[in-house]
């Protein structure tokens, strides 16, 4: 079985990281970059069907739509940033339509460093901190690895559809305009997105549409009717509904917890 992450598909200047102890990872994918770098104990990991562990003080890369899982070694401790094209558009340039022959990359010492300092223990790190961290990393990678044209077919339409919805998730879609607008046979995407998704349409639809509703939210700036439009939901009362039924309170109950 295979997950989407949505909330590491927006576009934008996203950008998060966590610390891991014990937290294993099914097989899932995103658009958005993710490197993560072991800081204690080892991490088994599975990319794109290469596998291999990750051990301390190394660092290892997912690119857009790259199906990854994680299964870290007992008392490991690990470090994951997932950041948008966006913060990195070169690089994001140079990737597109390839994959690298090896996940793990070598970083030179300073790179290990600034990036220790700057990213990986603060906080907060400000906008160009953060991008030339980033940068950093990247082109160790590119100097360690080796990119290769990528496989297409399911894995092109796989990337299609989620691009599709992540452009177009706040307007009234269906699998029908997909299949269309991407000049596919309606039940071929059909067949092919239950499979691979293992969920309704409008279930991967609507995760989408949280995640925008969410950042709406926490702006603290618009009318909970205005927040459902803009989403893509088509009344507020399907907006509480789905709401409720992935975070267990309603829009207004998460609005106010969040400005407390």
Known sequence: MIFHQPFNSLSGNKYNACFYTKQNFEF???????????????????????????????????????????????DSRYWVAVFSEDQVHAFGKLIKGKEGKAFKFCCS??????????????????????????????????????????NTGKMQMMAEITEFISNHHSENIGLSDIAGLLGYDYHYVSRY?????????????????????????EAGDKKLLDIAYESGFQSVRTFNSCFRKHFGMSPSEYKKSYSI
């Open 109 to 150: 010492e300073s790179v290990k460093n600034y990036v220790s300092e700057n990213l990986i223990n603060s906080q907060d790190p400000s906008l160009f901190t953060l991008k030339s961290g980033l940068y950093a990393l990247c082109g160790e990678y590119l100097e360690s690895v080796e990119l290769v044209e990528k």
């Open 28 to 74: 899932h994918f995103h658009k958005n970059i993710e490197i993560i770098y072991v800081l204690e104990g080892a991490i088994n990991c599975n990319i794109n069907s290469r596998s291999g562990t990750l051990k301390k003080g190394e660092f290892g890369i997912c690119l857009p739509y790259d199906i990854h899982s994680y299964t870290p070694k007992p």
């Open 193 to 217: 997105f239950h499979n691979t998704f293992n969920m309704p349409f409008k279930d991967f639809l609507n995760s989408y549409r949280l995640e925008t509703a969410l950042e709406l939210l």
